[in-house]
């Protein structure tokens, strides 16, 4: 079953919705949720894989809380203002429904959220096949209809961008482009070794040689930001190595 939540501050919109979701056999409604700050309660304590969420909300807005999340689920935006379109898809929602919403445009989106679901999922499992004779040291990654093996060492970052993850990897000019979410991935390496920069940035700390103005830079001129939300963390582990410094 795929867990949605609804997130919608009008009665009968919420309404409406979940009996929606209880026709579709493949949709499990978690929770109802009439603001932003009950569907972060939700998303803080459950596993969730799909948002249905309005976007026109006193306090916070809909499209605020997908922005403010770091690894949001699959989000279907519903509102009344055909305007929010264009903002809707930057944010990587994968449909976009007009109030009033009827059940066939409502199916059409649920399906592509089983489509992506459903590839996300092949993506994890097949992730998560570790050769026996690697010692986790190397994972399988599925990339344009390929496995392809990754030596977890070999890794330098991970770009999260939207449902796709981008493996920069030594020796590899071009990034290994994978349907995955930044969150599945993390899980699946090591913690001691892997670090979380910025919300769009996972780092090898066994690769990081250069630290500047809040970048960590690699070869060519190419640099990954240090997010303001984890900087702290990442500089405590600079210190733990730092020649020199100030007693």
Do not use: W
């Not at 930057?90 to 066939?104: N, Q, T």
């Not at 496995?147 to 493996?167: F, G, H, N, Q, T």
């Not at 960590?216 to 500089?235: A, C, H, Q, T, W």
């Amino acid at each position: 079953m795929i867990k949605c939540i609804i997130v919608d501050d009008e009665p009968l919109a919420l309404k409406q919705l979940e009996k929606y979701v209880e026709r579709v056999p493949f949709l499990c409604n978690v929770k109802s949720c009439t603001c932003a700050n009950d569907a972060m309660e939700v998303l803080d304590s459950e596993e969730i894989d799909v948002m249905f969420v309005d976007i026109n909300m006193p306090d916070v807005d809909g499209m605020q809380l997908v922005r403010s999340l770091q690894d949001p689920p699959i989000v279907v935006f519903t509102t009344a203002y055909s305007e929010y379109a264009m903002d809707g898809f930057r944010v990587s929602a994968v449909d976009y429904l007009l109030k009033p919403i009827g059940f066939e445009d409502f199916l059409k989106a649920a399906n592509k959220v089983y489509e992506i679901y459903t590839l996300r999922k092949k993506s994890v499992q097949s992730l998560s096949k570790v050769d026996d004779t690697a010692s986790g040291d190397s994972l399988f990654v599925k990339s344009d209809y390929k496995m392809l093996r990754v030596p977890v060492d070999s890794i330098k970052y991970v770009e999260s961008m939207s449902e796709y993850v981008r493996i920069f990897v030594e020796g590899n000019p071009k990034p290994i482009i994978s349907l995955l979410s930044m969150k599945k991935l993390e899980d699946s390496l090591p913690a001691n070794s892997f670090m979380r920069v910025h919300r769009s940035y996972l780092v090898n700390l066994n690769k990081v040689k250069e630290v500047a103005k809040m970048r960590i830079v690699y070869d060519g001129n190419v640099y990954v930001p240090i997010g303001d939300m984890y900087k702290e963390r990442f500089f405590e582990y600079i210190d733990r190595y730092l020649v020199g410094k100030n007693s």
